[in-house]
């Protein structure tokens, strides 16, 4: 350890327990304080007036082994104990007032999207010009992985990393042309 350097953290959530793993692992002595009786912030579940809270990881970027965000958790968690569950469906939503030919009123969105395009169809066959258009979307939003720059703070980065983000234009192009579309309006599509 770095003498007399030593650095207290307030909060025990994914941030601050990362912050106490990186700072340790670079010779400082770090010390985390928690309010609540378990780490994990926001990734933890609790209760409170007879409810419960989950906000537990249901969703994470970085748990296929690929760059660049596997490597990142790779850095401070044993990524190959970690039992991965992949879902079906990334959540059902019900809707009120609504019910498909099959008499269901939620919505199943699929992670698999041959499934979900398939059942988009099934459940409205008359929208599947605008679900073509929809999955035509989330597939070309797929062919791009994130910057590999993430896995470099900026002030670290050189000139040819910064010049590695030319072949982002077009994604960046793509990005720019969506934002202005909110998904009420594309809703209102279907």
Known sequence: MIDNKKINIIGAG???LSAGCYLQMNGYNSEIFEMYNKPG???TSWARKGYTFNGCVDWLMGSNPYPPFYNIWKEIIDMEEIQFVHHKTRFDIEVKDY???HGDNVFHLYTNLNRLEEYMKDIAPEDSEV?????QHVRKLQKYDLPPLIE????VRSFWDKLKMVKYLPFLSYIKKCVPITNYDYAKKF
């Open 131 to 135: 679900i073509d258009e929809f999955i």
């Open 152 to 155: 470099k703070a900026p002030e």
């Open 99 to 101: 019910e498909d030919k």
């Open 41 to 43: 912030g926001l990734c």
């Open 14 to 16: 994914i941030a601050e």
